[in-house]
């Protein structure tokens, strides 16, 4: 018997079943969604559109050592929320601007590539740009918000959102050598220098307690620059925050390297009241604290800052606060997690910087409405009680109180 060559026994190279080609490219998609969420930031639940702007003051003292060859900058960059109206014109912003120089600084700082941020810009937040400021029947009150080391403002959008969706004006303080990358409309641009600056003051002779507290000590001469603009931007006839802001209402909120700004500006100031998220306390003693501070104060600690001395010198502030004072362990989190750090990149879970709390559906909206509620309370005459609600509601939080049981 003879066969022809080939025939119906040849086998077929180089095809691929369209059925597998659709499933690699079902994979490859969602891999890329999960990477590369576009997803919009929740939307803010107050009664109030949300607008936004950028301003830039003069910094009057910048640091300057000389042995070191330190120089700071001499601006500083506000990025402000606010209740707004008539939106017809203005830009939905975006919740990271499309910056090249921006996405360098977090490549910079997390070491992850500069890929994995590029797409951030076309993430919407709910805020718009010159929006005109919303007549709400009373004045704002003001929450400046002092990042941590290395953070920015945007980290903290729905936070601010929040907050001045429900009638509050947000002031979130970047200042040069202190966030990742702060950029000016000179074309000027600022990258962390914390790093640097520590390893060129060690040098000198300086302790990292001396270090971090000459920091914060000059970091907190930022909240006199912002009260000092706030106040002529309510005062100035030419301005459409003429006599919307309520100078007698003041609130703090800072985390890690930002808490310690609070910290240092609250010991020496009256503000309205403090929040405090993993604050730096390294530049504190324990006699320092011993008198607490004098305004209401809410102290939240993660998984993360819990034990050592940094959690003793923050115990110890909140025990000596006579005000009332409020202590919101949230279980489940990193240091990182009180920032919008999780949603830079899902890799952050993966990777341990995140916690599993930050898994949970609407994790970080129930710390910045935890903080709404604190400020609310102080500011609005809201219950407290509510904050007590949603402890009960939320099994990672243990809230410790000696006004509310």
């Keep these: 018997m ?7 026994m040849k086998k077929k190279y180089g095809m691929v079943s369209p059925e597998i080609l659709v499933s690699l ?3 490859l998609f969602s891999v890329l969604i999960y990477l590369f969420p576009l997803t919009p930031i929740r939307p803010p639940d107050g009664p109030y559109i949300v607008g936004f702007r950028t301003f830039e003051i003069t910094n009057p003292e910048p640091m300057v050592i000389e042995s070191t060859g330190y120089k700071d900058g001499d601006r500083i960059r506000l990025d ?8 017809e014109a203005c830009e939905r912003k975006s919740w990271i601007d499309n910056d090249p120089r921006l996405f360098e600084g977090f490549e910079k700082i997390t070491g992850y590539p500069v890929i994995l941020f590029q797409h951030l810009y076309q993430v919407k937040a709910n805020s718009y740009i010159d929006a005109q ?12 918000i002092l990042p941590g080391w290395s953070s920015i403002s945007e980290l903290h959008t729905s936070f601010a959102e929040l907050l001045a969706s429900n009638g509050y004006l947000v002031v979130s303080i970047e200042h040069p050598g202190a966030c990742t ?3 000016f409309s000179n074309g000027s641009t600022y990258y962390f220098l914390g790093n640097d600056a520590i390893n060129d003051f060690e040098r000198i002779g300086m302790s990292m307690e001396e270090i971090i507290d000459m920091l914060a000590a000059y970091l907190a001469k930022d909240i006199d620059y912002v009260l000092s603009f706030l106040k002529d931007m309510n005062t100035n006839s030419d301005s459409e925050f003429l006599h919307k802001i309520d100078l007698e209402k003041i609130a703090l909120y800072g985390h890690s390297g930002g808490g310690a700004v609070a910290v240092e500006y609250a010991l020496q100031h009256n503000v309205g009241a403090v929040a405090l998220a ?6 504190f003693s324990f006699k320092e604290l011993e008198n607490g501070i004098s305004m209401p104060a809410l102290f939240i600690e993660s998984d993360e800052w819990e034990g050592g001395p940094k959690h003793e010198k923050m115990v110890k502030l909140y025990e000596n606060t006579h005000s009332p004072a409020y202590y919101l362990r949230v279980r489940g989190t990193k240091h990182v997690d009180f920032a919008m750090v999780r949603r830079l990149s899902p890799l952050t879970y993966f990777f341990g910087e995140t916690g599993k709390f930050m898994n949970t559906k609407n994790g970080l909206h129930y710390i910045d409405l935890s903080i709404k509620i604190f400020f609310d309370s102080v500011f609005f005459d809201t219950p407290i009680t509510l ?3 949603l402890d009960n509601r939320i099994p990672e939080f243990e809230l410790e109180s000696s006004v509310i049981q």
């Design 2 to 8: 003879r066969f022809k060559r080939g025939g119906h």
């Design 25 to 27: 490219a079902v994979v």
């Design 80 to 87: 402000i929320w606010y209740p707004a109206q008539n939106i």
């Design 133 to 144: 400021p919303a007549e709400t029947g009373r004045r704002y009150p003001v929450v400046i």
């Design 181 to 183: 990358v702060v950029s």
């Design 278 to 283: 993993d604050p730096t306390m390294t530049p």
């Design 387 to 389: 904050l007590k609600e």
